[in-house]
């Protein structure tokens, strides 16, 4: 019996675009069937979602997941996600992307969004380096990481991502890693059911070149290190969650506050101006709709 | 009769204002309700007043922190459903060129507006220049092409903008207005036709449902339909090559039908895109060849040459891309010369030469930008090419 049951994400998933361009050993799956899990959990109508990503190896996410998705620009998978959400505000819109898209070559648009309180939620796959191009450096490469534009090693200091995000205004941040399936699957789904800017950040191996290169062994190796070197500190203050190289990662919900999000803010300030003059957008009209003209 | 308000906050009437308010009113008037910006002179009135007038139309507007979010915001919003426009100058324009890109790529309809200062870099932020013509013909990277309009003044500005965002749903694809900053901050006359006499372009929303539907299938017109959101297409849009259904797939074979297909489907629809404004062009010897401001002073320049007995005519870009390439070809069989003026340092007058394929001579009349030109220098020109002294 159990032999004929079908995995319950594989409809979630474009199946016919499968293998995946992802390493044996990535995390980025992992985190994929925890989102889909997760979404399962919420009850959440999962047309009612669009997925943004940016570029990079989490970037093809948006190409594996069976919703209306969208592989941008690098970079600009947040703004994209902003311009989505403001035309069609009914639409659940979820952006998904890598530390170097999002924080990096995005980082600018990640804070303004942040500070926006934009609704989206926004899941960072974090596994501190540019995994696609080949192990670059990124802004979350923790010093003395070797890298191949770092080859004697990281020297500049990191973005402390839930730092970052709370400090710019995110209504709600937390951190797992790829061993912490269940709480990361708790978590999304917790972040699916509230409104504003949401970041998770997602730390994750990437075994062929961030822990090959450093010789940190395989991801089996990886996850004992997560397993034997998170702590859980759940409402943590968000400048404690830094990451040193091999140091302790600091995990679990840190912020979750209300905000007014950008929407909210703006039809209250034109209320209070303009008053019954004031005309919100809802979201595409019918007429946006051509007439049959018989070439369907 | 004086401009009117609807009861749905639409203008229509008689109104003094500038190329630039004038190109926010044709958005709003086109049915655009979505517009994202970020400040650079000389473009901002546009969506200052954009931020004024939304608000009661039913439209939104968000300022963005630069322009490669202004730009792709944008996009993101015509995907999420709305008519969307995109503004800025030069300098903006040049940090948008990755998601013109994106949007020539995904076939994603979406006006842009550049409203053309001096340059190259900073250069004259308050003065005009028409240099940026070649920018938007070739400035992202890969082979893409793009609808580019010239208005020259704030009633084509009103009219060309409506006209940007028809080609851009019919054949899904970006256009960009290339306004000047001549035109974006003079102050004209414009009459805008009452709500019922505009038609706002449909989007080509597919009637298959979802099992049948592939968002980069065309269809005759070598145009693909679009989709609704949030309603189970489970669409995929990428930048990477794709096929019909938007998947990735990186080969030579895919490459090669996709990017022709852009191309023809801007060419092969050339006859419903490109236009041009043929004056006194019957018994020309010398013809002018100009668009935007330019073609203003052009012609004046026409006028005193034809109260010197030179029998001069004009030919107005009213797109400059898709080039206007065999009526060029056909202009260049039947003149002496054709003289082109621009604010740049000759820019299109290479189309102009390369259409004209040595039919004629083809003057350049150039000028670096930060003012318009003399209408002398362009007469001066007409007569030497007519071997006048």
């Excluded at chain 1, 959990?41 to 669009?50: E, H, I, K, L």
């Excluded at chain 2, 007038?53 to 015509?78: H, K, N, Y």
């Excluded at chain 2, 012609?299 to 065999?326: D, I, K, N, Y």
Aim: charged share 20%.
């Amino acid at each position: 019996m159990s032999s004929q049951c079908e995995n319950p994400v594989k409809k979630f998933l474009r199946t016919d675009r499968m293998p995946s361009i992802w390493c044996p050993g990535c995390g980025i799956g992992t985190s994929v069937n925890c989102f889909v899990r997760a979404l399962m959990d919420s009850g959440m109508d999962p047309s009612g979602m669009a997925i943004v990503s940016g570029i990079g190896c989490t970037g093809r996410v948006a190409g594996y997941l069976n919703l209306d998705s969208f592989h941008t620009t690098h970079g600009r998978a947040l703004p994209f996600a902003t311009g989505l959400k403001l035309a069609n505000p009914e639409l659940n819109v979820v952006v998904y992307s890598g530390d170097g898209d999002l924080t990096a070559i995005g980082g600018n648009h990640f804070i303004h969004a942040a500070r926006r309180n934009m609704d989206l939620l926004c899941i960072c796959v974090n596994n501190l380096t540019y995994g696609m191009t080949g192990g670059q450096v990124t802004p979350t490469t923790p010093t003395p990481a070797i890298a191949s534009t770092t080859p004697y090693g990281a020297y500049e200091p990191t973005f402390n991502l839930p730092h970052l995000a709370a400090s710019s205004g995110a209504s709600f941040v937390a951190r797992w890693t790829v061993f912490h399936v269940r709480q990361l699957t708790r978590t999304i789904e917790e972040a699916l059911g509230r409104k504003g800017f949401r970041f998770i950040e997602i730390i994750s191996p990437c075994p062929t070149l961030f822990l090959r290169r450093n010789r940190l062994g395989d991801s089996v190796d990886e996850m004992r290190f997560y397993r034997d070197n998170s702590e859980i500190r759940n409402q943590c203050d968000t400048r404690e969650t830094e990451i040193a190289y091999r140091g302790k990662i600091v995990v679990g919900k840190f912020v979750d506050r209300t905000r007014p999000t950008w929407r909210e803010a703006h039809a209250a300030r034109h209320t209070e101006a303009l008053g019954a003059r004031f005309i919100q957008w809802v979201g595409p009209e019918d007429d946006l709709r051509a007439p049959d003209e018989g070439m369907a | 009769m004086s401009a009117s308000v609807s009861d749905k906050g639409l203008l229509s009437g008689r109104l003094f204002i500038d190329g630039d308010h004038a190109c926010a009113e044709g958005a709003i008037a086109a049915g655009c309700r979505f517009a994202a910006g970020y400040p650079i002179t000389p473009s901002t009135e546009i969506v200052e007043r954009l931020a004024l007038r939304f608000p009661l139309v039913g439209g939104t507007f968000i300022q963005m922190e630069d322009e490669l979010a202004a730009s792709i915001t944008a996009i993101g919003a015509a995907w999420g459903g709305t008519k969307s426009l995109c503004v800025t100058s030069g300098p903006g324009f040049s940090l948008m060129m990755e998601n013109l890109g994106y949007a020539a790529m995904t076939e994603t309809p979406i006006v842009f507006v550049d409203v053309q200062r001096g340059g190259p870099s900073t250069g004259l932020p308050t003065l005009p220049a028409q240099a940026d013509m070649m920018q938007v013909r070739w400035g992202s990277h890969g082979d893409f092409r793009v609808i580019a309009l010239c208005p020259s003044s704030p009633q084509e500005c009103f009219d060309m903008t409506i006209e940007a965002f028809r080609l851009a749903e019919r054949y899904r694809t970006p256009v960009v207005l290339m306004m000047d900053e001549v035109v974006g901050h003079m102050t004209e006359r414009v009459v805008i036709p009452p709500p019922e006499e505009i038609s706002q372009e449909p989007r080509r929303i597919t009637r298959r449902p979802p099992e049948d539907f592939r968002l980069f299938e065309p269809r005759d017109d070598l145009v693909p339909d679009m989709c609704p959101l949030g309603k189970g297409y489970n669409i995929h849009v990428t930048g990477l090559t794709h096929d019909e259904r938007g998947y990735p797939v990186l080969n030579v074979a895919s490459q090669d039908s996709l990017i022709r297909r852009l191309k023809d489907k801007l060419l092969c629809n050339a006859g419903d895109i490109v236009r041009w404004e043929a004056r006194d062009l019957e018994d020309a010897e010398i013809a002018v060849l100009s668009y935007g401001i330019t073609s203003r002073i052009a012609q004046r320049a026409v006028e005193m040459a034809r109260a010197e007995g030179l029998c001069a005519g004009s030919f107005r870009l009213l797109t400059a891309w898709p080039f206007p390439e065999e009526a060029v070809r056909a202009l260049a069989g039947k003149v002496k010369a054709i003289v082109v003026p621009e604010l740049n340092l000759g820019q299109m007058v290479i189309e102009a030469e390369r259409a004209a394929a040595g039919r004629c001579a083809v003057v350049s009349v150039d000028h670096a930008g930060g003012a318009v030109h003399s209408p002398e220098v362009i007469l001066d020109a007409m007569r030497a090419a007519a071997g006048r002294r």
